[in-house]
């Protein structure tokens, strides 16, 4: 089961990123169970929806123990430092399309926790916001999180910084796409302006004269990953209290999308 989770390749990548376990210099204390196995719990956890209580003794670890590592990895940011190194083993082998990127965001329901808000598509219940950018392919390379009543708008320019220098196939690392496509809830000639000034042409529908369907055969390939991010079952309801924790789930899961494409 742990290899099937993890796979050689994948424990290869996360290896180079997650920090060395502490060490006992007076000795004592219980046995600390292996990365691997801790791994393809977590994996087991963001891919199946289970509560840290419901996972299966299979892993060896129990789910207190799986979820303190994950705490722990989650403050040292391993999970985005993974996400970038994988999108870094992609460019170097020219698999990332940078002439257009679109960006697009889901709303789902939080029970609770920091940055959440009324949902104004969903009754104004509590809900929070997973925003992001993909590549052409449908790629993700940038992520962010959000309460549910966040303009879509407010965060363009957050995610477009966000997007990590990634490794080309030839040249220096790149950022930036050649064309960024988004709906209507991007129709702000500011972020036109934005955009423009860093190079980036804005393919951003206007409201009341483009039809939708118009920048669509484009955008297509976000609306595609993100029924992707729908396989991480953890995703479809948010039951974390710490934001930190949210996004971590949300880096897993756009690491395992991006790992497919890297073995395929």
């Known amino acids: 089961m742990v290899e099937r989770m993890v796979p050689d390749e994948l424990w290869e990548l996360f290896q180079r990123v997650v920090p060395p376990a502490p060490s006992r210099p007076q000795g004592g204390g219980r ?6 196995e801790v791994l393809a719990a977590i994996i087991f956890v963001a891919t199946t929806g289970c509560t840290w209580r419901q996972l299966p003794p299979i892993f ?30 992609l460019g170097s082998r020219g698999d990332l399309d940078w002439s257009r990127c679109a960006i697009d965001s889901v709303n789902m329901r939080a029970l609770k926790g920091e940055l959440t808000g009324p949902n104004p598509v969903d009754r104004g219940k509590k809900g929070s916001k997973i925003h992001l950018i993909t590549e052409r392919t449908g790629l993700p390379l940038s992520i962010g999180i959000s309460g549910a009543n966040l303009h879509d708008s407010q965060a363009l320019q ?11 196939r030839r040249g220096p690392r790149r950022r930036r796409p050649a064309k960024l496509h988004a709906d209507k809830g991007y129709d702000y000639d500011h972020l036109r302006r934005w955009l ?10 206007r409201k009341g004269t483009e039809a939708s369907t118009r920048l669509g055969r484009h955008r297509w390939t976000i609306e595609r990953t ?36 890297l073995t395929k």
Not at 31 to 36: E, H, W
Not at 60 to 89: M, N, Q, Y
Not at 159 to 168: E, F, N
């Open 31 to 36: 046995r600390r169970y292996g990365d691997r």
């Open 158 to 168: 957050p995610l477009v910084r966000g997007i990590s220098p990634i490794r080309s």
């Open 226 to 261: 993100m029924s992707w991010l729908g396989g991480c079952r953890r995703l479809h309801r948010r039951y974390e209290r710490k934001a930190e924790h949210f996004l971590a789930f949300t880096a897993i899961a756009c690491s395992l999308i991006c790992y497919r494409r």
């Open 196 to 205: 423009r000034k860093r190079g980036i042409r804005p393919r951003i529908a």
């Open 60 to 89: 060896g670890p129990s789910g207190p123990t799986a979820h303190r590592r994950f705490t722990e990895w989650s403050a040292a940011r391993v999970w985005a430092k993974l996400h970038r190194l994988i999108l870094d083993e």
